[in-house]
């Protein structure tokens, strides 16, 4: 027989205020109480703002305003579940011990009727629960995914806080992770090298626009050019982040196709699965070269090589920036008011809420504008 399940632990206010004083950030939603410390830096809304609210009930807070939290934000709460508060110990402000002026009066019969209340979970807050999860999470998961079918679209865009093993060699598994700073030291170098190839070579005059059609109309492109060359090459990096996250990251794959629901998941998937796992945020350099070659390849087919190596190289420094950038929307702490502030927040909306329908840019929101995929923003009416 299964051994039966132990009560949650319970919480004193005094207790809570303490674990606070201490520098934890405990929540409680109605009586559920929430250890958030290891997430406050994580938070769209600024760590300040989860700080300011320790100890104290976040009930009315989720459900906004300023943003209402999603059923996806709701269940990741849950995993940060650890007990419940004494009955009527959430009636007491975290700072009542401090405050002056006398203490308000209990109402006996409202802490009784919570004692024989449960303090049943917000149905929207159904949790993931790994341990009966459609994978099992102690082997390599991307072997496992093909097999979810029609249930795997919605199991991989209901995110947990928890990082994700793909492969059973550890040798693969380390090619597929990748600490944020090494795109930085491996590209930059050869940003630098090939934008001085590239302006030495305009330097020498002899590229020549429409060249290979015409000679007598052929339009000379001096080494002055070079600047807005390469910002051209970056402009055009930022639409095929968008194209290629909108339409190859988030296609949906067959139900019934196990090996193109194995790719996406490879590709992208694991990133909604496990949006936080620090070492699945920024693109392996090892594959990223294979893509880089033949971005590369079709600029020097279109072009000619001097001016397809320009482009190239602001592209690349487009690239750049757009990894460190998505690591930032994820691990970052902007200050509130801030372009990065509004950028992060517009992510994470993407991964709790609009994982399939908007916000598909991440250095910039401006694609998301033409091609109609812009999140709207919240509207509250005011009550009286």
Same mark, same amino acid.
């Given at each position: 027989?299964?051994? !039966?399940?132990?009560?949650?632990?319970?919480?004193?206010?005094?207790?809570?205020?303490?674990? #606070?004083?201490?520098?934890?950030?405990?929540?409680?939603?109605?009586?559920?109480?929430?250890?958030?410390?290891?997430?406050?830096?994580?938070?769209?809304?600024?760590?300040?703002? %989860?700080?300011?609210?320790?100890?104290?009930?976040?009930?009315?807070?989720?459900?906004?305003?300023?943003?209402?939290?999603?059923? /996806?934000?709701?269940?990741? %709460?849950?995993?940060? @579940?650890?007990? $419940?508060?004494?009955?009527?110990?959430?009636?007491?402000?975290?700072?009542?011990?401090?405050?002056?002026?006398?203490?308000? !009066?209990?109402?006996?019969?409202?802490?009784?009727?919570?004692?024989?209340?449960?303090?049943?979970?917000?149905?929207? #807050?159904?949790?993931?629960?790994?341990?009966?999860?459609?994978? +099992?999470?102690?082997?390599?998961?991307?072997?496992?995914?093909?097999?979810?079918?029609?249930?795997?679209?919605?199991?991989?865009?209901?995110?947990? +806080?928890?990082?994700?093993?793909?492969?059973?060699?550890?040798?693969?598994?380390?090619?597929?992770?990748?600490?944020?700073?090494?795109?930085?030291?491996?590209?930059?170098?050869?940003?630098?090298?090939?934008?001085?190839?590239?302006?030495?070579?305009?330097?020498?005059? /002899?590229?020549?626009?429409?060249?290979?059609?015409?000679?007598?109309?052929?339009?000379?492109?001096?080494?002055?050019?070079?600047?807005?060359? &390469?910002?051209?090459?970056?402009?055009?990096?930022?639409?095929?982040?968008?194209?290629?996250?909108? &339409?190859?990251?988030?296609?949906?794959?067959?139900?019934? /196709?196990?090996?193109?629901?194995?790719?996406?998941?490879?590709?992208?998937?694991?990133?909604?699965?496990?949006?936080?796992?620090?070492?699945?945020?920024? &693109?392996?350099?090892?594959?990223?070269?294979?893509?880089?070659?033949?971005? @590369?390849?079709?600029?020097?087919?279109?072009?000619?090589?001097?001016?397809?190596?320009?482009?190239?190289?602001?592209?690349? #420094?487009?690239?750049?920036?757009? +990894?460190?950038?998505?690591?930032?929307?994820?691990?970052?702490?902007?200050?509130?008011?801030?372009?990065?502030?509004?950028?992060?927040?517009?992510?994470?909306?993407?991964?709790?809420?609009?994982?399939?329908?908007?916000?598909?840019?991440?250095?910039?929101?401006?694609?998301?504008?033409?091609?109609?995929?812009?999140?709207?923003?919240?509207?509250? $009416?005011?009550?009286?």
């Amino acid at each position: 027989a299964a051994a !039966p399940a132990s009560s949650p632990r319970s919480f004193s206010a005094s207790e809570v205020r303490a674990r #606070c004083a201490q520098g934890a950030c405990l929540v409680f939603c109605r009586r559920r109480l929430y250890d958030l410390s290891g997430f406050v830096r994580l938070h769209p809304g600024g760590e300040q703002l %989860l700080r300011r609210r320790a100890g104290t009930d976040v009930s009315a807070a989720l459900d906004g305003p300023p943003h209402r939290h999603s059923d /996806n934000a709701r269940r990741w %709460l849950e995993q940060y @579940y650890v007990g $419940e508060m004494e009955p009527g110990e959430e009636q007491v402000p975290p700072a009542a011990a401090e405050c002056p002026g006398p203490a308000k !009066p209990v109402d006996e019969q409202v802490v009784g009727a919570a004692a024989q209340t449960p303090a049943r979970m917000d149905p929207r #807050c159904k949790t993931v629960d790994v341990e009966k999860d459609l994978v +099992d999470w102690q082997k390599p998961l991307l072997w496992q995914v093909g097999y979810l079918g029609e249930k795997y679209d919605e199991w991989v865009h209901q995110p947990v +806080d928890r990082p994700i093993r793909l492969f059973h060699s550890d040798f693969l598994e380390s090619l597929s992770k990748t600490a944020w700073y090494v795109v930085f030291m491996v590209w930059t170098p050869v940003v630098l090298y090939l934008s001085w190839v590239s302006y030495t070579s305009l330097a020498q005059g /002899n590229t020549r626009l429409f060249s290979s059609f015409t000679t007598e109309y052929s339009i000379p492109v001096h080494k002055y050019y070079f600047p807005f060359i &390469f910002l051209l090459g970056m402009f055009l990096w930022s639409l095929l982040e968008y194209l290629i996250h909108r &339409f190859v990251f988030h296609m949906k794959p067959p139900a019934s /196709n196990y090996y193109l629901i194995t790719l996406h998941f490879l590709l992208h998937g694991q990133h909604h699965k496990s949006p936080f796992d620090s070492s699945r945020l920024v &693109f392996p350099p090892v594959p990223a070269s294979l893509v880089i070659g033949f971005f @590369y390849g079709v600029l020097q087919l279109l072009l000619p090589e001097v001016l397809g190596l320009s482009v190239f190289v602001g592209g690349l #420094c487009g690239y750049v920036v757009y +990894d460190m950038m998505h690591y930032y929307l994820h691990y970052g702490s902007p200050k509130k008011g801030t372009y990065l502030y509004g950028l992060k927040a517009y992510h994470v909306k993407h991964h709790f809420e609009h994982q399939k329908s908007g916000s598909f840019g991440i250095t910039t929101r401006f694609w998301d504008h033409p091609f109609g995929t812009l999140i709207p923003e919240e509207t509250f $009416e005011k009550k009286d």
